[in-house]
T-cell receptor, first 116, second 112 residues
Framework: GAGVSQSPRYKVAKRGQDVALRCDPI?????LFWYQQALGQGPEFLTYFQNEAQLDKSGLPSDRFFAERPEGSVSTLKIQRTQQEDSAVYLCASSRPGTATNEKLFFGSGTQLSVL | GNSVTQMEGPVTLSEEAFLTINCTYT??????LFWYVQYPGEGLQLLLK?????DKGSNKGFEATYRKETTSFHLEKGSVQVSDSAVYFC???????????FGAGTILRVKS
């Protein structure tokens, strides 16, 4: 596709529900990142994939958060037993092969999660 | 650990005014520095970057110089337009890391 696509755009969940957020990176992009952006704050790193390998998950806030990218393309961020503090915008970003993994990230528009 | 501090907003300017958004950082080693911009309803976009001390990044009339002595990367533009209204994020990445560390963002509003 033309850009990084995330779905759904908005998600409302009741506390305790499980949610799954999808990211379609730009075709051919090797690196994929998830960030969490709380209201009025900058994005914070959650996890990083290179192809299907999850190379860094140090930013995941708890074991309720799980991310996967089984075929090295689409990625899913899953949050189990959602809590109110999970309310945020979840951003996905990808980068081209051949570039340094920390430069020229292409971001999606994000999924805004509201936990009631 | 690494961190980025940006001036608080919102910053409100009239069209054609001069813009400065301050950004300072704390980091070990020699980070790369970035400015990302988020226009209303859109995803974050890379605006400019600098990878070593004294480098100047520039794009769309915006400039920022990597100042190691003052650990700063201030964003400037000589004459802003209404279309520059957006949220601006300063960010850094570590020498060996793949994670961006972002500042809290600065809202810019430009009035015609």
């Amino acid at each position: 596709g033309a850009g990084v696509s995330q779905s759904p755009r908005y998600k409302v969940a009741k506390r305790g529900q499980d949610v799954a957020l999808r990211c379609d990176p730009i075709s051919g992009h090797v690196s994929l990142f998830w960030y969490q952006q709380a209201l009025g704050q900058g994005p914070e790193f959650l996890t990083y994939f290179q192809n299907e390998a999850q190379l860094d998950k140090s930013g995941l806030p708890s074991d309720r958060f799980f991310a996967e990218r089984p075929e090295g393309s689409v990625s899913t961020l899953k949050i189990q037993r959602t809590q109110q503090e999970d309310s945020a915008v979840y951003l996905c970003a990808s980068s081209r092969p051949g570039t340094a993994t920390n430069e020229k990230l292409f971001f999606g528009s994000g999924t805004q999660l509201s936990v009631l | 650990g690494n961190s980025v501090t940006q001036m608080e907003g919102p910053v409100t300017l009239s069209e054609e005014a001069f813009l400065t958004i301050n950004c300072t950082y704390t980091a070990t080693g020699y980070p790369s520095l970035f400015w990302y911009v988020q226009y209303p309803g859109e995803g974050l976009q890379l605006l400019l970057k600098a990878t070593k001390a004294d480098d100047k990044g520039s794009n769309k009339g915006f400039e920022a110089t990597y100042r190691k002595e003052t650990t700063s990367f201030h964003l400037e533009k000589g004459s802003v337009q209404v279309s520059d209204s957006a949220v601006y994020f300063c960010a850094l990445s570590g020498q060996y890391g793949n994670k961006l560390v972002f500042g809290a963002g600065t809202i810019l509003r430009v009035k015609s």
